[in-house]
């Protein structure tokens, strides 16, 4: 059946291409689907600007909003198991890992259900004036594009959608051409909450084809993008001539702080889980390791230790603990990365080639990589791998953990673990990154607003800030005795 939601209606790319969809964990075809191209991307603008210009949504009440994300969040309940089998297989991504992702979609749709129902961003003004009175109020932004990643393709998507939908936008949704399927089942979930036609638009195909004429478009209004540093600076530009609001969040390289006085055993397993889930495909994974220098033979000796016995398998093995790369171009780019490390000097401790289990061989694995004695310079500590790779790099005291955790371009996230409130709280506050964990690594929630600083990117996703990219803010002015006022007699 058609693949691409335009209007209201499921409809087949213009040009009549598609794209095989394969599961990374063994190469088996999943499905084929729909390729959009500029056509498709032109007709699904087209279809938002007219619902969002003449279609009920926009003036639709908050109250009335709210409720249709909440039926959405029970909607994505009851469909759990459809939608985390859906994902597994598009991204290879354990089955309980998708299982784990579609409990926080739902709750982020709740969440801004919630938030949009109570109706609290608009203000009355204090104007000292008895004969005036004022209010500021939030109106939707107007038509939006949304492009999202393929690591975690629906939770990415839920970030943007349901704040986009609270505030009363329209859009136009570009999930990664390498991970469709949840997006399309999202699709039919908001149709049957009963999301008015047009509101909602989906097109699939690549960057080149089908998201790059969003971004062009002067019908639309706001773009809102997840993925690498590269494509972010092309979409300021791209979105540059018409001024759209733009927000970015692109990647980080997270540094993870450890001070002898940590919890030993909670940290090095934090460690592992934070740059070693889903294989390292984490925009916040903390892929940099940074151990103070009299703990660092010992508690590098040990995630060494672990992370050789980490086992690999596809979505449906329940004794694997970590899965396959995305794809086989992706999986030389880790190796590349990997390859340029050990060229400027780093130390391989574990990892580093393809498994030779015969298991894996249809996969796209790579196993769990360490890269000990490593310093600021290196490119392996510099560049996102976007894989299971972690760097090692020692230091000496509280001034360099800082001085070290900061030298990056990006500041996404990052972490510190220490047993001294004062010395954690301190570093806390001196990193310059959107989120900071206190010996913990990746926990979220929808309430707190999620993005980057530097060129992580800006702007904020989740949290009452998550809702406001999506609103403009209107000052009113009512003169309540207007009378003539001779100024030019």
Request: glycine share 10%; charged share 20%.
């Amino acid at each position: 059946m058609p693949e691409l939601f335009i209007g209201g209606t499921w409809v087949t790319a213009a040009d009549g291409r598609t794209r095989e969809i394969r599961c990374p964990a063994d190469g088996t075809l999943v499905a084929t689907v729909d390729e959009a191209g500029p056509q498709d991307a032109a007709a699904a603008v087209a279809a938002a600007r007219e619902a969002f210009d003449d279609g009920p949504w926009p003036a639709t009440p908050v109250a009335e909003r709210g409720r249709l994300l909440v039926r959405v969040a029970d909607l994505l309940e009851r469909d759990k198991a459809a939608f985390a089998r859906a994902e597994s297989l598009d991204t290879g991504k354990r089955l309980v890992e998708s299982e784990y992702d579609m409990d926080d979609i739902a709750a982020c749709f709740r969440y801004f259900g919630n938030l949009t129902a109570s109706g609290g961003t608009d203000r009355i003004i204090a104007t000292g004036n008895p004969e005036a009175d004022s209010r500021v109020v939030h109106e939707p932004v107007g038509v939006c594009a949304l492009i999202t990643p393929w690591n975690y393709p629906l939770l990415q998507t839920a970030w943007k959608v349901a704040p986009a939908l609270g505030a009363g936008n329209t859009f136009v949704l570009k999930p990664s051409e390498l991970t469709p399927h949840t997006a399309i089942l999202l699709m039919r979930l908001l149709t049957e909450a009963g999301l008015p036609s047009g509101a909602a638009n989906l097109i699939l195909g690549t960057g080149a084809e089908a998201g790059a004429p969003l971004t062009e478009d002067p019908r639309v209004d706001l773009v809102s993008f997840t993925g690498g540093l590269a494509t972010g600076r092309r979409i300021m530009a791209a979105a540059a001539p018409t001024v759209k609001k733009v927000a970015l969040e692109l990647g980080g390289k997270n540094p993870n702080i450890v001070f002898a006085d940590a919890d030993f055993e909670a940290a090095v397993d934090h460690a592992l889980m934070a740059v070693f889930l889903h294989s390292g495909q984490v925009c916040s994974a903390g892929a940099r390791l940074l151990v103070e220098d009299s703990l660092h033979d010992a508690f590098v000796d040990e995630i060494v230790t672990r992370a050789r016995a980490i086992p690999m398998g596809g979505p449906f093995d329940e004794s694997a603990r970590t899965g396959p790369l995305i794809s086989a171009a992706h999986r030389d780019k880790v190796e590349a990365y990997v390859a340029a490390g050990l060229a400027e000097g780093a130390v391989l401790r574990c990892g580093g080639a393809r498994p030779k289990d015969p298991e894996l061989a249809h996969g796209y694995y790579y196993p769990p990589t360490v890269l000990d004695d490593c310093t600021p310079g290196m490119s392996v500590v510099r560049d996102e791998s976007f894989g299971p790779v972690l760097t090692v790099e020692r230091f000496r005291g509280e001034a360099e953990a800082v001085a070290l955790a900061n030298d990056t371009e990006y500041g996404l996230a990052g972490a510190v673990w220490s047993q001294d409130t004062g010395r954690a709280h301190r570093v806390a506050s001196r990193l310059r990154a959107g989120t900071v964990w206190i010996n913990d690594f990746h926990p979220y929630v929808p309430q707190a607003e999620w993005g980057g600083m530097k060129q992580s990117g800006f702007g904020r996703e989740l949290g009452p800030a998550g809702l406001a990219e999506y609103q403009e803010t209107k000052h009113i002015w009512r003169n309540l005795a207007p009378k003539a006022q001779r100024w030019f007699e």
